[in-house]
């Protein structure tokens, strides 16, 4: 599911979550400002701490952004920390310019690199859910 944050300035909190209605069980991409501009900025919108508790106490299965990556530089990278230890996948880079908030049947095909924890990816969204479009 693709949420509209497009509105925040800097780091996306639980207060910027809060009313989005995700529900546990959505793999949830947050658009931000970042799709719209230069997502190699140092000044990326990102997610905060806070924000990555709120989304793992959801239980989701993942989190994705499209900034290059989900925190800036907060010491010892909490927000990938909390969404991994509750079993989140994390994407990172996505190109959400043109992507409606919604939900979408999401592929994503990383690349197989042995001994590696993360790869490149192609993502891809399709618009309506599964069961929408198993009909």
Request: proline share 5%; hydrophobic share 40%; net charge negative.
């Amino acid at each position: 599911r693709v949420v509209d944050l497009t509105a925040v300035t800097d780091g996306i909190g639980k207060e910027d979550l809060q009313g989005l209605d995700i529900r546990s069980g959505e793999f949830v991409l947050l658009k931000t400002r970042n799709s719209a501009g230069d997502r190699s900025s140092p000044h990326f919108i990102y997610l905060k701490e806070d924000g990555a508790r709120y989304l793992a106490s959801l239980g989701l299965p993942g989190v994705g952004i499209d900034a290059l990556g989900i925190e800036r530089d907060q010491p010892g990278h909490p927000t990938h920390l909390i969404l991994m230890n509750s079993g989140a996948l994390i994407v990172e880079g996505l190109a959400l310019h043109d992507v409606s908030p919604g939900r979408y049947l999401m592929i994503a095909l990383p690349l197989k690199i042995r001994d590696a924890d993360g790869a490149p990816a192609r993502v891809v969204l399709i618009e309506g859910d599964l069961a929408s479009l198993m009909g």
